[in-house]
């Protein structure tokens, strides 16, 4: 929905921005207009996500091929055609770690009109709004901002945060694993914690939990692998108790 902010919820390492690099590439395959702000990846590698992530069954392409360009003539011709199928439709920015501003942002709304969803990689990394004794308060401060940005703009805003150390290998990440600030939950219209434990490291297996809503079960919990070559996560059946899914995985 326009005028809302979502928050991703996870660990170091567990997928919260190829979490938010496939529901860009969701909302380009609706043909609605995203705009993806880099701020630990450089531009080319953001890319190559989403041109992965965009595949359909029928182009048999993979990460590692248009990563490696490999082959090339085949590379280069699914490129074109994902560049005549959504031209307009993606447009992906980089900036430096930390130098970012919420009016940067702005910036960008600006020279970029039409934009439905904001993707920002990831809240953790922006330039404080106001620089602030304590973390905590720089990041509420930043979450304020990115929801009074998809309020005013009117397009939805979603963002990565980094989840403490307490959620190593838990399988169910809440609140209460938020780094620094539970403060930016409160302010978050959507929020969905990523959890990962040792077994489903090594099987490439995530549970996507809801922690905040607006109008869906609090606590909703889904198992997903990930697979890597077409950059998306695979729906694996609803997380219950006992750690099983409800389709027997």
Request: include cysteine.
């Amino acid at each position: 929905m326009n005028k809302e902010l979502s928050l991703l919820l996870g660990d170091a390492n567990v997928g919260k921005s190829l979490l938010a690099t496939q529901c860009g590439a969701s909302a380009v395959m609706q043909m609605r207009k995203v705009l993806h702000v880099g701020l630990e990846m450089s531009r080319a590698r953001n890319l190559i996500r989403y041109f992965t992530a965009l595949a359909d069954t029928n182009d048999k392409i993979s990460y590692g091929q248009i990563y490696n360009f490999v082959p090339e003539d085949h590379v280069f011709d699914y490129i074109n055609r994902l560049y005549e199928k959504y031209e307009g439709y993606l447009i992906v920015e980089e900036f430096p770690t930390g130098k970012c501003s919420i009016e940067d942002l702005y910036r960008l709304l600006d020279k970029h009109s039409d934009i439905e969803l904001l993707v920002v990689d990831y809240l953790d990394l922006m330039k404080p709004v106001l620089k602030r004794e304590q973390l905590r308060f720089e990041l509420s401060d930043l979450a304020l901002a990115l929801r009074g940005l998809a309020s005013e703009a009117d397009i939805h805003v979603m963002s990565p945060t980094q989840a403490s150390k307490g959620a190593k290998n838990k399988r169910i990440v809440g609140t209460e694993y938020s780094a620094e600030d539970y403060g930016k939950f409160r302010i978050a219209d959507w929020a969905v914690g990523i959890g990962q434990n040792a077994t489903d490291l090594i099987k490439k297996q995530v549970v996507l939990s809801i922690i905040r809503s607006r109008n869906s079960e609090k606590g909703y919990a889904e198992r997903y692998v990930i697979d890597f070559p077409t950059m998306r996560f695979v729906y694996m059946g609803a997380e219950i108790s006992g750690g099983q899914s409800a389709d027997g995985h």
